[in-house]
């Protein structure tokens, strides 16, 4: 396999970069100020002191301008920010230079407009942070395990960048960037760029992204950080309390980079690190480049929830290598990665795993339906200026990975794997709109191949809602097992569960009738200790069954497990369970307000907006 390390392909991409952003800005992004077409900012240099008494970033961003025009102003995206000075680089000197800061605008945030005059080639931004910052969350040393020092983190995706830095938030952008932090002596501060695995620990810590990445993979964590390696090019960052254990759970992910490869091209990142957030960390995981951001509820113990390192691990092709344009085209990321997730995962444990997380994914997308407008189950969505954070569902993911599933299906795997690796090469470090990959869909894979799938079954899969007559519908033949075993056992029979892991668990439970009394709730509980699950997916099924079905023995564990789990999709099916009968949003709400102060921005919104609904 020949590997680009000596080539650095990115140092040839970001010479091609102004031209690759004028290219992908003329596909519009609803949710940025940025003017990519006039003014462009190739390549950012922070420098930030992380002060935690005041829970704010402070310092500067200076960008390199690439202008397109003749424009004299840069516009840029910001919320909460309070900017004190705008300079530019002018007669070898920077030169203080006028700003303004608009209105703020709900979703979008405040837009900066900087006067950059006519030659300038260099933007400086004095600013700092809001506490209640949305792409940020600051935990006290109470909050960590140890207690001993405060922790930060970042989720920049979908449009946070915004909240912590000045900056041209859309996708459509490709920006490299260096940064210097400054902490507290004997933390460590990590950033979605070259960490290195022996740094001191003197509060002192600089970082370079050589390579174009869009704005929301731009990403910063500190705290009380040690690191054990796991192979030559992956390690893993974590609170003590849990390094080894995230090490051993993680073991095979050298093997699924290989595994990638073999498939679609190497890996172009140089290190894959993964990095064990605390608890709060409001999703499974976040692909911020060379080091991906992980929660710390699929430490298992077992190995069985390791398809979440797959799926991160496969955006560093699909969605960090070729990135959507706008959030309108997440399914380029989600759904294209969901598919490579699934093919790592049966390239390394077999079919059998692959199709069992394949056919999961498929009931969950049909629960999803069942709540959504029918306009939101389109693959490319139509946003307007809706918070793509209040739309996230299952659609760009596993509808996505179906439509990937139904062409491998039509032109054989061999045909559609050189497609899908010829894609990744054709668009590394660029970022692309669903109407540009129909043009190449039809241009490398459809007219090659006539006959098989026309274009009006592409744009029924893309643009109509719900899921086209003849999409496959995933099933499992250990699922099946799992129901006739079900069956015996609500007759009374005995079950037999010694080889099932967490996928036959999760289908078990999922799928046990609504009807099903307390006494087989009681024998179910009693026999296998499902509120005390230490598997966090396990007990998030049976916390929710339990909530239906009033089963009172799972509440303290339901209340300690609400106010320990912040990750939104543990957290919020619960809450929104619970808010469906008054005396159960009664209690739900003591809860929530018990356990807002640990809850991330993001867990903070979604949650509220179940249990306080406005009317
Ligand atoms: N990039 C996503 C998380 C994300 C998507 C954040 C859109 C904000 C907006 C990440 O890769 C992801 O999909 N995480 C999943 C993993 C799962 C599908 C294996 C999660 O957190 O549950
Ligand atoms: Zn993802």
């Known amino acids: 396999m020949a590997t680009t390390y000596n080539l650095k392909p990115w140092a040839l991409a970001a010479t091609l970069v102004a031209a690759a952003t004028t290219q992908s ?9 940025a003017k990519l077409q006039e003014v462009a900012t190739p390549h950012l240099e922070l420098d930030l002191t992380v002060d935690f008494a005041a829970k704010q970033l402070r310092g500067t961003a200076t960008y390199d301008l690439a202008r397109h025009g003749d424009a004299t102003e840069v516009h840029m995206d910001t919320r909460e920010l309070t900017i004190s000075k705008a300079e530019i680089w002018q007669d070898n000197a920077w030169q203080e ?47 960590t395990k140890s207690g001993k020092f405060p922790f930060m983190f970042s989720q920049s995706q979908p449009i946070h960048a915004r909240s912590w830095i000045p900056i041209q938030d859309t996708p459509a952008l490709r920006l490299t960037y260096d940064a210097t932090l400054r902490t507290p002596a004997g933390m460590l501060a990590v950033m979605s760029a070259d960490n290195q695995l022996d740094t001191e620990l003197d509060g002192d810590y600089s970082f370079s992204m050589p390579q174009p990445i869009p704005p929301y993979l731009i990403a910063i964590a500190a705290g009380e950080l040690v690191v054990k390696e796991i192979s030559d ?30 498939m679609y091209g190497p890996y172009r990142w140089d290190r894959y690190d993964l990095l064990v957030l605390p608890p709060s960390f409001p999703f499974g995981g976040m692909e911020n480049p060379r080091l991906s951001f992980i929660t710390p509820t699929v430490v298992s113990g077992d190995r069985t929830l390791i398809n979440l390192i797959a799926h991160e691990l496969a955006h560093s092709w699909s969605g960090n290598l070729v990135t959507n344009a706008s959030w309108r085209d997440l399914w380029l990321n989600e759904g294209f990665t969901s598919y490579v997730e699934n093919r790592i995962m049966e390239a390394l444990f077999g079919e059998r795993r692959a199709q069992m997380e394949l056919a999961l994914g498929y009931q969950d997308l049909l629960e999803n339906m069942e709540r959504l407008a029918p306009k939101d189950t389109v693959l490319n969505i139509d946003l307007g200026t809706r918070h793509p954070d209040d739309v996230f569902s299952q659609v760009p993911y596993v509808k996505g990975q179906l439509f990937l599933v139904y062409l491998e299906n039509k032109f054989g795997r061999e045909t559609f794997d050189n497609f899908l690796r010829q894609y990744f090469d054709d668009f590394a470090f660029q970022s692309i709109s669903t109407a540009e990959f129909k043009e190449y869909l039809a241009r490398h894979l459809l007219a090659k191949n006539p006959g098989v799938v026309s274009m009006d079954k592409v744009n029924e899969w893309i643009h109509q809602p719900g899921l086209p007559a003849d999409a496959p519908q995933p099933t499992s033949n250990a699922f099946a097992e799992v129901e006739k075993q079900m069956q015996r056992w609500l007759k009374g029979g005995q079950l037999k569960t010694e080889d099932w892991t967490t996928h036959e668990w999760l ?16 024998r179910l509980d009693e026999q296998f200790n499902l509120t005390q699950s230490k598997n966090a997916e396990i007990a998030h099924a049976w916390l929710k069954l339990s909530i239906v079905k009033d089963y009172e023995p799972a509440r303290d564990r339901l209340r300690n497990y609400l106010l320990t789990i912040g990750r939104n999709k543990l957290v919020s099916p619960l809450y929104r369970e619970l808010a469906k009968r008054p005396d159960n949003l009664k209690w739900a709400r003591e809860i929530y307000q018990q356990a807002k102060p640990g809850y991330h921005p993001l867990t903070q919104t979604v949650n509220e907006a179940l249990l306080y609904p406005q009317q």
Not at 25 to 33: C, F, I, P, Q, T
Not at 100 to 109: F, S, Y
Not at 507 to 521: A, G, K, Q, R, T
Request: without cysteine.
């Open 233 to 262: 090019n992956v390690a893993v960052f974590a609170e003590p309390y849990i390094i080894d254990d995230a090490a051993w759970e993680w073991a095979d992910t050298p093997a699924m980079i290989t595994a990638t490869e073999e």
């Open 97 to 143: 230079t006028q700003f303004t800061l608009a209105e703020p605008h709900e979703t979008l945030g405040q837009e900066l407009t900087i006067s950059i005059g006519e030659e300038s080639d260099k933007v400086r931004i004095h600013y700092h942070t809001a506490p209640t910052a949305s792409g940020l969350q600051w935990l006290t040393p109470e909050q």
């Open 507 to 522: 289908h078990f439970i999922n799928n046990l009738p609504l009807d099903i009394s307390s006494v087989n709730m009681r």
């Open 25 to 33: 800005a003329l596909a519009e992004d609803a949710h940025s100020y």
